[in-house]
């Protein structure tokens, strides 16, 4: 079962900041947290990950609390490509390999 | 040059059929993934590999059978297909880490 719990759905006007929250109060200290979304029919698609500090790529930053409970997935200008369900996922090291265990994620609509 | 690309893109079979699903990556990577995502949308992960090795297997009916000829390639290849066998599988890689990178995928359809 996924670790984390994220709203089901939400929307955002378009060229406006989308904040994706996320909660995962059981996480161990080795675990990361990882972002990816899934554009309709499309492979799953990495966008950021980290671990007690906030982190910012090209695509978005990702700002996790303090006492790591919970982290805020930021896309800076939300655009009609940015529709997607997105995935927060917490993740360990295992063997070599990492399981990823995805959740319902939520759905994210870039309105006009 | 895509990066993991898998073969076919959509596949349609009947009951009690044996299918192949093929995988590679261009990216160098050591690890390999095989995901199902159901109609339900929720995906999951059926089996991982490392160089080769067989890392991951989830609980997976026994008529799934990932084969990895070399760290480029990991095949799924599955035995007497069923009606609830029909779903999008993913073939994915990584060095290491989280940071997977997915293929387009393959959807499954039993008849």
């Known amino acids: 079962d996924a670790k984390t719990t994220q709203p089901t759905s939400m929307d955002c006007a378009e060229g406006r900041a989308a904040n994706l929250p996320c909660n995962h109060s059981?996480?161990?200290?080795?675990?990361?947290v990882y972002w990816y979304r899934q554009i309709h029919s499309q492979g799953p698609q990495y966008i950021i990950h980290g671990l007690k500090n906030n982190e910012t790529n090209e695509m978005a930053s990702l700002i996790i609390t303090e006492d790591r409970k919970s982290s805020t997935l930021i896309l800076p200008h939300a655009t009609l490509r940015d529709t997607a369900v997105y995935y927060c996922?917490?993740?360990?090291?295992?063997?070599?390999?990492?399981?990823?265990?995805f959740g319902k994620g939520t759905k994210l609509s870039v309105i006009p | 040059d895509t990066a993991v690309s898998q073969t076919p893109k959509y596949l349609v079979t009947q009951m009690g059929n044996d299918k192949s699903i093929k995988c590679e990556q261009n990216?160098?990577?050591?690890?390999m993934y095989w995901y199902k995502q159901d109609s339900k949308k929720f995906l999951k992960i059926m089996f991982s590999y490392n160089n080769k090795e067989l890392i991951i297997n989830e609980t997976v009916p026994n008529r799934f059978s990932p084969k990895s000829p070399d760290k480029a390639h990991l095949n799924l290849h599955i035995n007497s297909l069923e009606l609830g066998d029909s779903a999008v599988y993913f073939c994915a890689s990584s060095q290491g880490g989280g940071k997977l990178f997915f293929g387009s995928g393959t959807q499954l359809s039993v008849l």
């Open positions: 990216l160098g990577h050591d690890t």
């Open positions: 059981t996480i161990s200290g080795n675990e990361y």
């Open positions: 996922i917490v993740a360990y090291s295992g063997a070599g390999s990492y399981q990823l265990t």
